[in-house]
């Protein structure tokens, strides 16, 4: 069954550094997501992404983030100068001809901030 | 703000039993829902959803009823088996623009522990 991988599965940065973090949506999915999850609390919504630009983001996607397909398989997340509440987990998400589809998730890039 | 939310954050049944996971949504808006289960260090799991035009809708061993005069979610489980121990979040969509990706606002989550 296809499904949405990412990496690395384990980020550890400097406070102040760049990261990126790489996903691998389904192959034939047009809708593109990150969300992420604070230890121990809900999953919330970050930016999505369609037909080569962001359709919505939400109040914590400030300027330190972006997001990019650089080529037809992959999407990421750029953090420019990382904070400590960044930490987090960060799950991308991929859904498929609909704006109505289940969206699917990755397993994670858990991202700490040292 | 307007927020999906969760009854009860954990519940522990009896393997074989039925299991019944709530959830309360609090934006009319809201025309899509989706229930995932998430095991640790995992992503969370697709496992069902619905669309606001139906008020019941059957997978293998789940089932997802839909009450929107009461903005009510819930997840049924038949046969609860061991596997299923994770944690439950229910996730509501709105549509915003026509063609536009949807955001998913996910409630906070329910641990069910699944006791031999």
């Known amino acids: 069954e296809p499904e949405v991988t990412q990496t690395p599965s384990h980020q550890v940065t400097q406070m102040g550094q760049e990261v990126i973090l790489r996903c691998v949506p389904i192959?034939?999915?047009?809708?593109f997501y990150w969300y992420r999850q604070i230890l121990g609390q809900k999953v919330e919504f970050l930016v999505s992404f369609y037909n080569n630009e962001i359709s919505e983001k939400s109040e914590i996607f400030d300027d330190q983030f972006s997001v990019e397909r650089p080529d037809g398989s992959n999407f990421t997340l750029k953090i420019r100068s990382t904070k400590l509440e960044d930490s987090a987990m960060y799950f991308c998400?991929?859904?498929?001809?609909?704006?109505?589809?289940?969206?699917?998730f990755g397993d994670g890039t858990r991202l700490s901030i040292l | 703000g307007e927020s999906v939310g969760l009854h009860l954050p954990t519940l522990s049944v009896q393997e074989g039993d039925n299991s019944i996971i709530n959830c309360a949504y609090s934006?009319?808006?809201?025309?899509?829902f989706i229930w995932y289960k998430q095991e640790s260090g995992k992503g969370p799991q697709f496992i069902i959803d619905?669309?606001?035009?139906?008020d019941k809708r059957q997978g293998q061993r789940v089932t997802v009823l839909l009450n929107k005069t009461v903005k009510h979610l819930s997840l049924q489980i038949a046969a609860t088996q061991p596997g299923d121990s994770a944690v439950y979040f229910c996730?509501?969509?709105?549509?915003?623009?026509?063609?536009?990706?949807?955001?998913?606002?996910f409630g906070s989550g329910t641990q069910l522990t699944v006791l031999p």
């Open positions: 619905i669309r606001s035009n139906m």
């Open positions: 998400a991929s859904s498929g001809g609909s704006s109505l589809g289940a969206q699917h």
């Open positions: 934006n009319s808006a809201s025309d899509y």
């Open positions: 996730a509501e969509n709105m549509d915003r623009a026509s063609g536009s990706a949807r955001q998913l606002t």
């Open positions: 192959s034939n999915h047009l809708y």
